[in-house]
């Protein structure tokens, strides 16, 4: 009976622990000062002006936050809301409500930070996997990143 009760907590207490996050970090050397490269960020929208994967950039409002669409190169679309936003440390985070991508609970930030006589961007994520393995749900998140970082780099002179 004990062995029994023992066996039951422990699927209890597994079934109601929430998954860890992944997470996923990356950053790039820019040879920009750091108010150019944010300038070159843009606003909430401006990812469409630098990520190469990104056709067209739609802003809208939902609750009083912005709200941007995505139109990816070679078709899908993104929903992602920013949550906050520090023109001043140069860094905003944003959430994604709905995408193609393996993905779900998916918080970011990017910031931009002084390094040497140019800027350090930082890019990173906190997520679940959805439909797809740990790993490569990391794997899309980080090749999602560096193109970005790659892109922003070639913008920002």
């Not at 079934?15 to 040879?31: D, F, Q, Y």
């Amino acid at each position: 009976m004990m062995k029994r009760m023992i066996v039951s907590a422990a699927l209890s207490a597994a079934v109601a622990t929430p998954a860890l996050a992944l997470e996923v970090t990356k950053s790039a050397m820019i040879a920009a000062p750091p108010a150019t490269v944010w300038k070159t960020i843009g606003t909430f929208c401006g990812i469409g002006d630098w990520h190469p994967a990104v056709e067209t950039c739609a802003l809208s409002e939902k609750g009083g936050k912005k709200v941007r669409t995505l139109s990816l190169k070679g078709g899908g679309t993104i929903l992602e809301e920013e949550q906050s936003r520090d023109d001043r440390k140069m860094a905003y985070t944003y959430t994604i409500l709905e995408s193609p991508l393996p993905v779900s609970g998916y918080t970011s930030t990017i910031m931009v930070a002084p390094e040497g006589s140019g800027s350090k961007v930082t890019w990173s994520g906190s997520f679940q996997a959805k439909g797809a393995p740990d790993a490569k749900a990391q794997e899309v998140i980080g090749g999602v990143y560096e193109g970005g970082l790659k892109g922003l780099s070639e913008k920002a002179k």
